[in-house]
């Protein structure tokens, strides 16, 4: 067997230009012009001379480090990946070790990513036509969800873990608060934060991707006056669930229809601990709001009455029935967010760091908004409705395809009607109609009868009948 050999300082700048420039152009006919190279590239030398010539370039690791998360893959394979396009180019194979190529993922700059990421949610966001909005409106949908990672001492420091887990038993978790596209499903912004911050306070933190004119929807968690009115001084409208602890009496207010009124909310007596004196004397003595309430009887469901609030106080422009479908297609929210923890995988990050831990989310959202990105190109192209495509076919046909693309020459005819056959393989795996199908949060296989961590490992002593696992220590 031929070893390995070590790449050449006259092997560097030959196998960085024909690599670098094979990832480019074969792989932007797979995911279109959503992804750009130039936040990649290094900026001039300030003394006028030239950057070292490295084999992993950041655009090589940026498409590196994607194969890994569209692949639940390791260093490990993206290297071996690296290595086969050096055997498919005929150059010299770089070595089994990860250190460099590791290396190099952590000098990717972490600005590149998010430039990145931001464009794939607002080119696919431009291509949205006005038929393909709600009542000719952007919806922006917000949630959060959470996500655990190895237990180091960085992440523990940056983000804790739950409180009531005991020291040395559990995991950091960090919080995800994402704001989504109801049309296309791509994700636009996200922040990150510590598993205790309330969801409100970082949905502040998304208001500055908000434009005049959107509508927001949200459930109770994020229904609250002053958020409202601050929203509505922006010209963003909003779709609430009322929020547990709000008194709802429809005999009060202007009645509009049945179970549809206009309201007045009072301005809270307090001031909450997130605001400033200034804040809090600017909102007004009360605001006009709408409540809508439906009812859900299908059984299965957890809700059976749901009430909203609204600043959409037009009955005929916006009905209620207009208002209840809206509120059930929040629902995508939470499937997306499957898309990314379960069938993706980010559930549970992998890197040790915070700084790679940013990365390495960022990196999941990026691989979701291109997956979204062929997804709307094939429902444009076979007129269907991106909700009928399965996100977990187009993914694994990406998987499946990828290397076809590597064997053909770029903008060629063989390479653009195999995009095309991909497209129409896309099309095929259409979703099942499942209309008002029962999805209880439950899960059905059992863990393995292991007895649980409670006590530090170095203190942890296990009990040695295998049926008593579940018997807690003395």
């Known amino acids: 067997m031929q070893a390995l050999s070590s790449p050449t300082p006259s092997f560097l700048k030959t196998f960085r230009h024909r690599l670098s420039r094979k990832s480019l152009e074969q792989t932007v006919q797979l995911f279109g012009p959503a992804v750009h190279p130039e936040p990649f590239q290094s900026p001039p030398h300030p003394s006028g001379a030239k950057w070292r010539e490295r084999v992993f370039t950041p655009w090589l690791i940026f498409w590196g480090f994607l194969s890994q998360v569209l692949g639940k893959s390791s260093c490990r394979c993206a290297l071996q990946q690296i290595q086969g396009l050096c055997a498919v180019s005929k150059q010299d194979i770089p070595a089994s070790d990860t250190s460099a190529y590791c290396q190099a993922r952590a000098r990717l700059p972490l600005a590149s990513l998010k430039t990145t990421f931001a464009n794939t949610g607002m080119e696919l966001e431009n291509l949205v036509q006005p038929d393909h909005r709600w009542l000719n409106r952007r919806v922006r949908v917000v949630d959060c969800t959470s996500a655990s990672m190895p237990d180091t001492g960085q992440n523990q420091q940056v983000y804790p873990q739950p409180a ?8 950091p978790v960090v919080k995800i608060a994402a704001l989504f596209s109801l049309a296309t499903g791509a994700m636009l ?5 510590q598993l205790r911050i309330h969801d409100s306070l970082l949905f502040l933190r998304l208001w500055e991707w908000l434009q005049p004119g959107d509508v927001v929807l949200g459930d109770r968690a994020f229904c609250s006056y ?9 010209k963003v409208d909003v ?5 547990q602890r709000r008194p709802i009496d429809f005999r009060k207010g202007k009645r509009l229809g049945k179970n549809d009124h206009l309201i007045h909310w009072k301005k809270p007596p307090q001031r909450l601990s997130t605001m400033t004196p200034e804040e809090f004397a600017a909102l ?5 709001l709408r409540q809508v309430r439906f009812s859900i009887l299908i059984p299965g469901f957890r809700t059976t009455v749901i009430t909203l609030v609204t600043t959409l106080l037009d009955p005929q422009a916006y009905p209620p029935s207009a208002l209840a479908d809206l509120f059930r297609l929040r629902w995508r929210i939470e499937l997306s967010f499957r898309d990314l923890k379960t069938t993706m995988g980010m559930e549970v990050l992998s890197c040790l760091s915070p700084t790679m831990i940013e990365k390495e989310i960022s990196m ?3 691989a979701y908004n291109l997956i979204r990105w ?10 269907l409705h991106i909700s009928e495509l399965s996100f977990k076919g187009s993914l694994d046909l990406v998987q499946s395809w990828a290397w076809i693309f590597w064997q053909t020459q770029p903008n060629s005819r063989k390479s653009k009607d195999i995009h095309a056959l991909l497209l129409q393989r896309i099309a095929q795996d259409t979703l099942p109609r499942r209309l008002n199908r ?6 059905k296989r059992r863990p393995k009868p292991y007895q649980l961590l409670t006590k530090p490992r170095r203190l942890m002593k296990t009990i040695p009948h295998r049926n008593h696992y579940r018997k807690s220590l003395s």
């Open 364 to 366: 999941f959202f990026i």
């Open 438 to 443: 029962s999805e209880p949060r439950v899960v």
């Open 189 to 193: 912004a996200f922040v990150l934060s």
């Open 239 to 243: 779709v609430f669930r009322l929020h």
């Open 226 to 234: 002053a958020a409202i009115f601050q929203l509505q001084q922006k």
């Open 374 to 383: 062929l997804m709307w190109q094939t429902a444009v192209t076979h007129r």
């Open 284 to 288: 007004p003595p009360n605001l006009q």
């Open 164 to 171: 009531e887990q005991k020291p040395g038993c559990g995991f």
